[in-house]
């Protein structure tokens, strides 16, 4: 017991001697503001298996006197279906892989608990999982219908496109998916290639009926699943899988939801405003970082968390105060949402802008493996969207 | 002669020694492996000769295997389709058996298998008989409706009324049912009235959908019928999900899908099957192999056996019956839906029609069909003449009656019609409520912009036609 202890600050040391550049589990953490730390360490049990753990399951208090527990993001959405499984019978969790904790943990200790029949697994099909869903849902039920990879959603597409975003409509209000939510992994992982790395939102964002909400760490995640579960409408919930273990906070452990359908103002400022969602904000934050030290001024940066309905008002408001835009995500640019923030923001705010609204998006190709780093819209080419917005001079 | 004798007993030494040298090493070789299916070989080796390992598999599936010095070896799963055997000569497999049709009651409408006969009362026979009637009366007048530019679509169910009104008797009213777009005759048999058939195709504001469907696309919540949508085979694996949320519930109901052989070739049907199949729901699956889908005959849909062919493959058990034999089609549903709910395994039914009307008011089928064979089904097979050839032998039913029923029931259709034509549309604002359950800021500003927009151009839009 003692010489597992000792092995596991020292290991710790050594974790803390390399923040910089520690490998976990084979993705590639990258510090920043907003993440303090990696406390992930590979503890041998005493029935010999070896498991992933946090070595401090520690506890402590938020601002707002809640009990908290440090968790990640899978933990934290771990922590957030156990909760609706509890609170809610009709609840139940399914997917590929899901029955021994899936395939990134999310699902971990589920099944155990809340039974094999609520948690389980299907075939591998996701259009099989996606209409098997809606038809749970069009009975009462509350299914939370995981994806894999956000990128294998599009055999399910015509189910949540033609039928689950249309069901409460098409039928008059009769029938209704309201206890339906899908989750799916999305985003860059620095590895992951085509298949492995998209981000799909705009394609739901263009369908009415659907809601699409994306977290940024784990207290946002906790909050808005259980708000997602809870909502009356089906929700895609995009997880950005680079966070699952490298975003670590004090998560509350009560049961707490986070509004859908607003945006956060996660950082005040006076000269530009930047939006963004999920993974990306970290990317954001380097770039600020940057740009305030370099250019003097101050930044001011949106959580957009709702995709669809979006929250035009806050970044209205905040566009009004500083007259400059930057949206940055990793989609693809073309047809991406930041065109269609850009949209509705010199409709509404025309007047209030002093330069060309700014979008920092991926390339429009396919996600690919060897050129993410030049493909990636990262922290630098962010800087520079920002000088130039800030350099903008009306009178050439 | 001799020589063959002698050649046989050569192989059947070679045969044994070979396979004495490979057992011995193969059930060496088991030692820790996973594979618990047992090999046998079928050339002229008796039992006596093979000396194996007698495996326990539990009912739950599993088998343990305890080594000779009694260590007990890690549990193995017994996969399901692994209890094959070894064969050492070369061949392709292919489907040879052809499903059986199962049907008890004959063109003529006589029982041909006095022990299958379900024996149903008059009155429930008379109302099957009654509904088919008024299915095909209010059919005949929708499709001339449609052409008249009346209403923008219909589809008529001519041919398919057995299917209807056997299955849909068969069920209660608790059973959930998805389907298509053909099964109108189960609605009546539930009691959707012929002004709710109305309302729907004239997209008026009674329609329980508020007039944002095609024509055809009803639905009822307090029949327990799913709205029916547009893209086919969706609905099949939807039926899944609800069977598993009965099931969950412990309701004792099933949830039935119907769909059509062309909609079978999606692959939402084999993703439903499968999911039935693997998480053992309360379904029944309702094939209407109706032999065309638009223009397109099976021969072009499939290759196998159809439908029931592939139940079998997916482990359902499966029945295909004679889908204009109204009793077989009672039948089967009834022992489907029994085993369903009793057993929680899902049930594949195909029931073997024919498409006597048009796919549509958009199509002319005689286009890629030949009368000929249009008129074989309208008069020889045909289910509505049969039924009524069983009520008459009964004694259950006269030409007297059928005469004044279905001009009376033509009455209540083209009345039923006067009275849709007359409610107005819905209110344009419903164009934006349903979409969520509350009204988002985007829709809101929608629907101000559109109703200011109306109000500048009145004359411009069919205001009148709506509710204000």
Redesign the interface.
């Known amino acids: 017991m003692l010489s597992l202890l000792s092995k596991c600050s020292r290991f710790e040391q050594r974790c803390n001697r390399k923040q910089q550049s520690v490998r976990v589990d084979s993705f590639k953490c990258r510090l920043n503001k907003l993440n303090r730390g990696i406390f992930i360490t590979k503890v041998k049990r005493s029935n010999g298996e070896q498991q992933s753990a946090l070595v401090e399951d520690e506890m402590g208090t938020d601002s707002l006197g809640r009990t908290t527990k440090k968790m990640n993001l899978f933990t934290a959405i771990n922590d957030a279906m156990d909760i609706a499984l509890t609170t809610n019978p009709k609840a139940v969790l399914f997917g590929e892989d899901v029955a021994f904790g899936g395939v990134f943990r999310c699902a971990t200790g589920l099944r155990e608990k809340h039974g094999s029949s609520r948690v389980f697994n299907t075939p591998l099909c996701e259009q099989g999982i996606a209409g098997f869903a809606i038809g749970m849902a069009a009975q009462g039920a509350t299914p939370i219908a995981e994806i894999q990879f956000a990128d294998y959603i599009f055999p399910a597409f015509d189910q949540i496109v033609n039928e689950a975003a249309k069901y409460r409509y098409r039928s008059g209000n009769e029938f209704n998916v309201a206890g339906l939510t899908f989750r799916a992994p999305y985003g860059a992982v620095g590895h992951g290639g085509h298949y492995h790395s998209q981000s799909p939102e705009a394609y739901f964002c263009h369908t009415p009926g659907l809601k699409v909400v994306v977290p940024r760490s784990p207290v946002q995640a906790k909050g808005l699943l259980l708000a997602s579960i809870r909502d009356p409408n089906p929700v895609i919930f995009l997880e950005p899988k680079w966070l699952y273990r490298s975003s670590i906070e004090q998560v509350p452990v009560e049961d707490y939801e986070i509004e859908l359908g607003k945006a956060e103002v996660i950082k005040n400022g006076e000269d530009v405003t930047i939006v963004g969602w999920g993974a990306q904000l970290l990317v954001l934050e380097q770039a600020i970082t940057m740009a305030e030290e370099k250019l003097g001024i101050t930044c001011e940066l949106i959580d957009l968390k709702t995709l669809l309905p979006l929250d035009i008002d806050t970044i209205i408001k905040s566009v009004k105060k500083t007259g400059k835009l930057l949206i940055s995500h990793e989609a693809p640019k073309t047809g991406g949402l930041a065109g269609e923030i850009a949209a509705q923001i010199q409709e509404k705010a025309f007047l209030h802008l002093e330069a060309p609204i700014a979008r920092v998006c991926g390339y429009d190709t396919p996600f690919p493996l060897i050129f993410e780093r030049f493909y990636f819209p990262d922290a630098l080419k962010n800087f520079e969207a920002i000088q130039k917005l800030v350099e903008y001079d009306f009178s050439k | 002669k001799n020589k063959r004798s002698r050649r046989k007993s050569f192989e059947i030494i070679r045969t044994s020694i070979h396979f004495t040298m490979i057992s011995s090493s193969f059930v060496r070789s088991l030692g820790n492996a996973r594979k618990i299916s047992v090999p046998t070989f079928r050339n002229n080796v008796t039992k006596s000769q093979i000396k194996l390992h007698p495996q326990k598999v539990s009912s739950k599936g599993f088998a343990s295997k305890a080594d000779k010095d009694g260590i007990k070896l890690e549990k193995v799963l017994a996969y399901p389709g692994e209890k094959s055997y070894f064969e050492d000569k070369f061949r392709f497999h292919t489907t040879k058996e052809i499903l059986p049709t199962y049907r008890i009651m004959d063109e003529e409408g006589r029982i041909l298998n006095s022990e299958e006969d379900p024996k149903l009362d008059k009155d429930t026979v008379v109302t099957m008989y009654q509904h088919m009637l008024t299915l095909n009366a209010m059919d005949t007048v929708l499709y001339d409706v449609q052409r008249q530019g009346r209403i923008s679509f219909y589809m008529t169910n001519f041919g398919e009324e057995a299917t209807h009104l056997g299955s849909a008797a068969a069920l209660k009213m608790e059973d959930?049912i998805?389907a298509q777009y053909r099964e109108a005759g189960v609605f009546l048999w539930r009691g959707f009235t012929l002004d709710e058939f109305m309302n729907q195709c004239y997209s008026n504001s009674q329609?329980?959908?508020?007039g944002?469907?095609m024509p055809v696309?009803y639905?009822?919540?307090k029949l327990n019928i799913?709205?029916i949508?547009s893209?086919l085979a969706?609905q099949?694996?939807?039926?899944?999900?609800?069977?598993?949320?009965?099931k969950?519930?412990k309701s004792g109901n099933c949830?039935v899908c119907y769909f059509g052989e062309g909609a079978a070739s999606e692959?939402?049907f084999?993703?439903?099957i499968?999911?039935a199949a693997?998480?053992e729901t309360p379904s029944v699956f309702f094939c209407r192999n109706n032999r065309w889908a638009i223009s397109t005959p099976s021969t072009e849909q499939y290759r196998g056996d159809a439908i029931a062919g592939r139940g079998i493959s997916y482990g359902v058990d499966t029945i295909r019956v004679d889908g204009n034999d109204v009793f077989a089609v009672y039948n089967a549903t009834k022992a489907a839906r029994k085993k369903a709910v009793e057993e929680n395994k899902p049930v594949l039914i195909e029931a073997m029609t024919y498409r006597i009307s048009h796919h549509s008011t958009s199509d002319d089928s005689t286009r890629y069909r030949t009368s000929a064979e249009i008129e074989i089904w309208k008069t020889k097979h045909e289910p509505v003449k049969r039924l009524q050839k069983y009520l008459t032998s009964k004694g259950w039913w006269t030409e007297e009656q059928d005469k004044n029923f279905k001009s009376s029931v033509r009455k209540d259709v083209l009345a039923a019609l006067k009275r849709a034509e007359a409610v107005k549309k819905p209110h344009p604002d419903e164009c934006f409520?349903?979409?969520?359950?509350q009204l988002?800021?985007?829709l809101i500003e929608q629907r101000e912009e559109m109703r200011q927009h109306l109000k500048k151009y009145p004359q411009n839009y069919p205001i009148d036609q709506h509710l204000s």
């Open positions: 959930t998805f329609d329980y959908g508020k944002r469907q696309h639905g009822s919540r799913q709205t949508s893209p969706t099949i694996p939807q039926a899944t999900g609800s069977a598993y949320a009965q969950m519930a949830t692959g939402d084999h993703a439903a499968n999911f693997t998480l409520t349903d979409v969520y359950d988002p800021p985007n």
